[in-house]
């Protein structure tokens, strides 16, 4: 089996992919208040398209998906989507990343087409912060989303929570104390800067500010324990806590991924703007090509990030997160 290893060492063995830039949510660090201009259905990769360009990069290496968005379960069908993927030699893991909201009329279907484990995005148990932050979900929604995962048969399942100075710091702690009552993992996500919040730093509030906050409440030991990308856990008594800091650069040496966004361009950095169009290649079942630039996508990946001088171009709707 091929490896895919970009000029620092890093083996990329991992693909985010976007499947529509839609969301039935505007969070204030995502999405714009009225939303933006959906692209076209007909410019958006087919689940067929996407089938395709996973089994050229199964062959080059890639095992592990995630599917998000947009909101990935806006967009229709999606266990054909996963059933396709799931039948690729070389291809182990489908994870879904998801606000939540649509997952009691999903979760099942998901988990008979193959789908191996969901991470939920929830960053407040107030209903009143939850409609601050996403300006128009509310939390019962999600907790439901949540109980049709269990009720499925989901295992691993994941809460990623940004932390916001002002508006969910002070929840920290309630949100550990959830994600682990029902046994799931949480995770903590820095801010990243985009066009969207330029007072970004007003907000932000570094992991290690985040730590010593779930310090002060719990016992943390540091553990050796991986998921997919370069998130940190530790263990507490009742589970773990794992945070991501985008913003440092130690993020970007750990990085094992590429970016395929819903109109087929590959996003080889999520911190800059380059982009490799590879829709025409996959439109065409051009094998060959579509090697070729998921090889370019790797070699030319950039060793870090650059957010802190230019702030993300696009809404992270568009690029998956
Ligand atoms: N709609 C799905 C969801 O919310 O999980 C999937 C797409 S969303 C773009 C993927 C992840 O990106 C979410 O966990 C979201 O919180 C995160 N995200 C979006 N904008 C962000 C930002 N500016 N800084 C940090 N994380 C961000
Ligand atoms: Fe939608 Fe997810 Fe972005 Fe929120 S973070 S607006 S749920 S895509």
Redesign the pocket.
């Known amino acids: 089996m091929e490896q895919l290893v970009d000029r620092f060492g890093r083996v990329i063995n991992y693909v985010r992919i976007s499947i529509t830039d839609r ?1 039935n ?1 505007r ?1 204030i ?2 999405m714009p208040k009225n939303g933006i201009n959906w692209k076209p259905m007909e410019n958006l990769l087919t689940y067929e398209d996407i089938a395709f360009f996973l089994k050229v990069a199964a062959k080059l290496g890639i095992s592990k998906v995630k599917l ?5 379960l806006a967009r229709k069908y999606l266990d054909n989507l996963i059933k396709l993927i799931n039948n690729i030699d070389g291809i182990n893991e489908i994870s879904l ?3 939540g909201t649509m997952l009691p009329v999903y979760a099942e279907d998901l988990k008979k087409a193959g789908l191996s484990r969901i ?3 929830l ?1 407040t148990l107030s209903n009143k912060n939850f409609r601050k932050i996403t300006r128009v979900g509310n939390i019962e929604d999600i907790i439901k989303g949540l109980d049709a995962i269990d009720k499925a048969g989901f295992e691993k399942t994941k809460i ?1 929570t ?1 932390v916001m100075r002002q508006i969910n710091d002070n929840e920290i702690i309630d949100l550990v104390n959830f994600a682990h009552k029902r046994g799931y993992d949480i995770r903590f ?6 066009e969207l ?1 330029p007072n970004w730093r007003k907000h932000f509030i570094g992991i290690n500010e985040i730590k010593n906050i779930i310090k002060e409440k719990f016992d943390m030991e540091e553990t050796d324990k991986k998921t997919n990308g370069p998130s940190v856990y530790y263990k507490l008594k009742s589970g773990y806590v794992g945070f991501i800091t ?1 913003l440092s650069k130690a993020f970007c040496a750990a990085c094992n991924r590429i970016r395929l966004s819903s109109e087929g361009e590959i996003i080889a950095c999520l911190g800059h703007n380059i982009r490799i169009n590879l829709k025409d290649a996959i439109r065409k079942r051009d094998e060959q090509e579509v090697e070729r630039l998921i090889k370019y996508a790797v070699k030319i990946k950039p060793k870090e990030h650059s957010m802190l001088s230019e702030s993300i171009h696009s809404t ?2 568009a ?3």
């Open positions: 969301c949510f969070c660090y995502c998000t968005g947009g909101e990935p990343t998801t606000n991470t939920v995005s960053d990623n940004v996500i820095e801010l990243m800067p985009t919040i985008p992270m709707s690029i998956g997160g």
